[in-house]
């Protein structure tokens, strides 16, 4: 029997408990032992170093704080094993995880794309769980969750990775299994386990938690409206909470009609009276199964009259958000990569002076579509005006964040300031800006479209790999838009292109 060939990914926000995940790996041997252990610091800014870093065996690599599905993408990436193996940094293996996971893997036929885990969560002793205990102690019998999930990578590959617009711990991988169910592929339990601590998250975890039915929208405009009855998991309470808020707002609104007009408050009182019922009958629900002490009741009073607006908010967000959802698809942009001058702005020669910044016509609109689309957006640009000391670095970064200032956060800056004589790989249209760009967002130089108004511009893409795009304008070559592979009108049809997939 061939020997399993399997990688370890562990994306991180610096949980004590990730030594602890680590050790049983790095004490695997002969066959069980993992061909690489790959850790992904997903803490934003500089961070101190983890306390793995260092360690044989361990390669620490960073997100910069861009959430779970961009984390784990990069990490799956940097790994050439059959068999990728995600674990989360707060899952402790068992000491004979390695052994039962290559039992789980082996001798699996080709149809079977990925294999989950067992998480164990030990419930409290000697008393029921509080609210964000329940949440935690239903990994146990969650479908595809990430915390020990393995792929093969030939099948992430094929579908294309995580999708990178779920930007938190939640939906993300339940998302990538129904994609990888959808190219026809299995997914089975296997018989290895890990530890996963209980844990309370804090006093306002519930609504911090509200987040997530943004990211529910996104779930439905991709996966259809059964898409929880794929992965077995009951529908929500947001219909309760629509009509608890709509309550509390028509109660609120009669409320002051009635005291304007100094009469009629009987509406007022009936709406406040339905909200305040529905209010109750939720805290109930969560009451009743916890612990029942005055500080998780008096959490559970305070909470339940805050989520279900809270929820609502975060809905009716993820419906504007994702209005123009597509499906993720491999191939398919997710990162769009601007130059800067005669694309962004106008093009001010060997500009050091912030106050001569002006975009470009559609470039507001443009780097926003882009934004809403779940793009990723970045700046590649040659500013040769430093080698040749016509500006300093110091006046190159008030510029630039002058075009930031005008156009809103780049996700990543790539700027070569060398010479045309430097030698250095990453001046335009040389692939080097582009390839570090998206090195940087976790993404494919594939899976990045270039957008520039000039001939180099299009054969950087071209070299990385990525999609150019040209906007031509008054300093465009005729020849340059001859030989340009996709020509756009302006710069948001470019944008509109580059997220259809294809020509707009």
Not at 139 to 168: C, K, N, Q
Not at 171 to 194: K, P
Not at 235 to 241: E, I, S
Request: charged share 25%; with cysteine; aromatic share 4%.
């Amino acid at each position: 029997m061939a020997r399993t060939n399997y990688a370890v990914v562990v994306p991180t926000v610096g949980r004590p408990f990730l030594e602890q995940a680590i050790d049983p790996l790095l004490k695997a041997a002969g066959e069980d032992e993992p061909q690489e252990i790959v850790v992904v610091d997903d803490r934003p800014g500089q961070a101190p170093a983890l306390p793995v870093e260092g360690r044989p065996g361990v390669r620490v690599l960073r997100s910069g704080g861009r959430g779970p599905a961009v984390a784990r993408d990069i990490g799956r990436r940097a790994v050439r094993a059959e068999w990728v193996v995600f674990l989360d940094d707060d899952v402790v293996p068992s000491p004979e995880w390695p052994g039962r996971l290559i039992a789980d893997l082996a001798d699996l036929p080709s149809w079977i794309g990925g294999s989950q885990g067992t998480i164990h969560v030990p419930p409290p002793q000697g008393r029921r769980p509080t609210d964000a205990e329940h949440a935690t102690l239903a990994l146990s019998d969650a479908a595809w969750i990430t915390a020990d999930m393995a792929y093969r990578r030939s099948v992430l590959e094929e579908v294309g990775g995580f999708d990178h617009r779920f930007p938190r711990a939640y939906r993300e991988d339940t998302d990538l299994a129904l994609r990888v169910l959808n190219a026809g592929y299995g997914l089975v339990r296997g018989d290895r386990a890990g530890l996963h601590p209980l844990r309370d998250p804090g006093h306002w975890h519930s609504l911090r938690a509200q987040a997530g039915n943004a990211d529910d929208v996104l779930m439905r405009r991709l996966h259809g409206r059964a898409w929880r009855e794929r992965v077995n998991e009951p529908p929500g309470r947001l219909r309760r909470h629509a009509v608890t808020t709509a309550a509390l707002g028509a109660a609120l609104l009669t409320g002051g009609v009635a005291a304007a007009r100094r009469s009629g408050g009987r509406a007022a009182a009936a709406l406040a009276v339905l909200w305040l019922g529905l209010t109750a009958e939720f805290a109930w629900r969560r009451i009743a199964r916890g612990p029942r002490t005055p500080e998780e009741t008096a959490r559970m009073i305070t909470t339940s009259a805050l989520i279900p607006p809270l929820a609502c908010y975060h809905r009716l967000a993820g419906q504007w958000r994702h209005r123009h959802a597509r499906p993720h698809r491999p191939g398919a942009a997710k990162a769009v990569l601007f130059d800067r001058d005669g694309t962004l702005v106008h093009d001010v020669a060997y500009n050091a002076d912030p106050g001569r910044v002006r975009p470009m016509e559609q470039a507001r609109a443009a780097v926003a579509r882009a934004r809403a689309a779940g793009l990723r957006v970045g700046v590649v640009s040659n500013q040769s005006g430093v080698a040749r000391g016509l500006i300093t670095p110091e006046q190159l970064e008030s510029v630039n964040a002058r075009v930031e200032a005008l156009l809103g956060p780049f996700d990543v800056w790539r700027v070569c300031v060398h010479g045309e004589d430097d030698g250095c790989g990453c001046r335009k249209p040389l692939p080097g800006l582009i390839s570090a760009a998206a090195a940087d967002l976790g993404v494919a130089p594939g899976e990045c479209v270039v957008i520039g108004d000039i001939g180099s511009d299009v054969e950087a893409a071209r070299a990385a790999g990525a999609r150019p795009i040209l906007v031509p304008n008054g300093r465009t070559r005729p020849e340059e838009t001859a030989a340009a592979p996709e020509v756009a009108t302006g710069l948001l049809d470019a944008v509109r292109s580059a997220v259809r997939g294809g020509p707009a």
